[in-house]
């Protein structure tokens, strides 16, 4: 399996962003969770959001409540990540994954498949 993130760039605080991850392989199934992560400079890497399959459970991290939102196109085998209100501190790398199985969110612990991560640049 292979998850290829892309959209990542710099833009402004205030401003919006939309990653998207593209899933691939023989061994995929549509039902994973997908979702993303992220480590900014000198931090840990963190969870971001996730989703389930036909998106019946959401999940995202207190940080990004009310300015992101996550959503998947099943058909596509994508997930993606709508960034708004965009701060410095989201200034980061951010990694799509993905879990076989049925979980109410993703954690380092249940991630079976890590995408290259795709960098976020948010300038004061």
């Known amino acids: 399996v292979q998850l290829q993130a892309s959209g990542g760039g710099l833009v402004q605080a205030g401003g919006s962003l939309r990653l998207s991850c593209s899933a691939s392989g023989r061994t995929w199934s549509r039902s994973n969770n997908m979702g993303w992560f992220r480590q900014a400079p000198g931090k840990e890497r963190e969870f971001v959001a996730s989703?389930?399959?036909?998106?019946?459970?959401?999940s995202l991290a207190d940080s990004v409540k009310g300015r992101f939102t996550i959503s998947r196109d099943i058909a596509k085998n994508s997930v993606y990540l709508q960034m708004g209100s965009l701060i410095p501190q989201d200034t980061a790398v951010y990694y799509c994954?993905?879990?076989?199985?049925?979980?109410?969110?993703?954690?380092?612990?249940?991630?079976?498949?890590w995408g290259k991560g795709t960098l976020v640049t948010v300038s004061s």
């Open positions: 989703l389930s399959w036909k998106g019946v459970v959401t």
């Open positions: 994954a993905a879990a076989r199985g049925v979980f109410t969110s993703l954690s380092d612990n249940n991630v079976n498949y």
